[in-house]
């Protein structure tokens, strides 16, 4: 079977947005309905081939990565119903189009990461979040789910199914997400306080700071002793709104364009890297400012990278940042990239990164291109030992063995595969990987 859509042969290569994974698939699928979907995986299953669902391409691992069929989801991406607070949304809609149809409806989530690009389903299968002590991951809003099962069987699962806590972050590994109604809130204005500080004067009043505001992150900058506060709180009014110019001033010119050429010339003159930093760090300045929700939590990010993401208990964080600038200053290149930390409360979707604690998440990039495993092993090796769980989205070298120790529900998660995909229709090389074969 083939789609009557079916994009050109070029269609077949794929790359993902960091550009450190790419893959060449037998057959593209583009299904146009949840019917099409279910007689594509029915196919799949009865002839022994492999299906795997690919949304915008933002994750860093391999977890997309198709090399039998690779099925699009672009055309599921509409407004189904808007009921009170839920919304039913096709999975393929992407986070941006989500944002302004919750808008235009007085609808706002709850929460976001810090990017807008991802499909819903792409955002919540691998437990995309954002920071803030009441907060955990975006599955934590869904009310419902529909997917495509190993067998084809369209199946609706919510919070009467024991297989709830499984499918809400499935990484893929359970069916195809075809729709989701997503628990919303009513639309909110942000007040947003952003400014560099010392890294130790961050630190000292951390456990305040996260207690006292409804998101909190911050921004360390390697080779430094300086760091950039964030932090966002409701208001009751937008009364004072960024300036164009400044917006455009400091979003895109300074953290993009800007940020781009001196990552490049760092790639080039490797030694100038710390001195770019350090004036990097001291040229930030403060800036307060309100604005719709979903504006002050996303921002554009056009500067490509690679990234490593790690949770960890949130009492672990001083050993984890003491650690990092021993790890960086060994390393055999430098480090571009500013890491980020951001904090969340507990969750309860079995893969759920925050699994059942609070969590700090740290972040550490490397300029697309550039090298990173050594640094990104390294890290690893910290974060680990305390317990720590990788971003199913960001790069990292776990396998099952060792993910087994670190999620308490891991074999009840492998139990909700064997019953949706026994055949492994939808598994490939990632998913045998971190889940077994």
């Not at 951390?206 to 207690?211: G, N």
């Not at 964030?230 to 800007?258: C, H, I, M, Q, Y």
């Not at 055949?423 to 990632?430: K, P």
Request: hydrophobic share 40%.
């Amino acid at each position: 079977m083939t789609s009557d859509n079916s994009p050109p042969v070029a269609a077949r290569h794929w790359r993902n947005w960091g550009g450190n994974q790419q893959s060449v698939a037998a057959e593209v699928l583009t299904p146009g309905s949840v019917d099409e979907v279910a007689a594509f995986v029915k196919e799949a299953s009865a002839t022994g081939q492999k299906v795997k669902a690919v949304g915008s391409g933002h994750s860093f691992t391999a977890i997309a990565v198709a090399d039998d069929r690779r099925m699009l989801l672009h055309r599921l991406g509409e407004l189904v119903e808007i009921s009170g607070n839920l919304v039913t949304v096709q999975a393929g809609m992407p986070l941006h189009r989500l944002n302004r149809i919750l808008a235009e409806n007085g609808l706002a989530m709850p929460y976001l990461g810090d990017i807008d690009q991802q499909t819903v389903a792409g955002a919540i299968s691998t437990g995309t979040h954002g920071s803030g002590r009441n907060h955990s991951t975006m599955a934590s809003c869904v009310e419902s789910l529909t997917l495509v099962t190993g067998s084809g069987l369209v199946q609706k699962i919510d919070s009467t199914s024991p297989l709830f806590p499984a499918a809400r972050i499935g990484i893929g590994a359970l069916g195809v997400l075809v729709e989701v109604t997503l628990r919303c809130v009513e639309a909110f204005t942000l007040l947003a306080d952003e400014r560099p500080l010392p890294l130790s004067e961050v630190l000292a009043g951390l456990d305040e700071q996260i207690a006292s505001n409804d998101h909190l992150e911050f921004y360390w900058y390697p080779y430094t002793d300086r760091a950039q506060l964030k932090r966002n709180n409701r208001v009751p009014v937008s009364d004072r709104p960024l300036p164009r110019f400044r917006g455009w001033l400091d979003d895109e010119l300074l953290a993009n364009t800007v940020f781009q050429g001196v990552c490049r010339l760092g790639r080039v003159i490797p030694a100038a890297v710390p001195m770019i930093s350090a004036i990097s760090a001291r040229a930030l300045t403060a800036r307060t400012y309100t604005g719709r929700s979903d504006q002050v939590f996303c921002t554009p990010r056009r500067v490509r990278f690679t990234e490593m993401e790690y949770e960890i208990p949130r009492e672990c964080l001083p050993e984890v940042l003491s650690a990092l600038p021993k790890i960086i200053d060994k390393l055999p290149f430098k480090v571009q990239f500013p890491v980020e930390v951001r904090f969340t409360g507990p969750d309860d979707a079995w893969l759920s990164h925050g699994y059942g604690r609070d969590s700090a998440y740290l972040a550490v990039h490397q300029f697309s291109g550039s090298q990173y495993e050594p640094y990104f092993r390294a890290f690893e090796a910290v974060c680990e030992p305390l317990g720590g769980r990788p971003h199913w989205g960001k790069l990292h070298y776990r396998d099952a063995e060792s993910l087994r120790r670190a999620y308490p529900k891991f074999d009840d998660f492998l139990a909700a595969r064997n019953e949706l995909d026994p055949g492994r229709v939808f598994s490939n090389a990632y998913l045998d990987r971190v889940l077994g074969a």
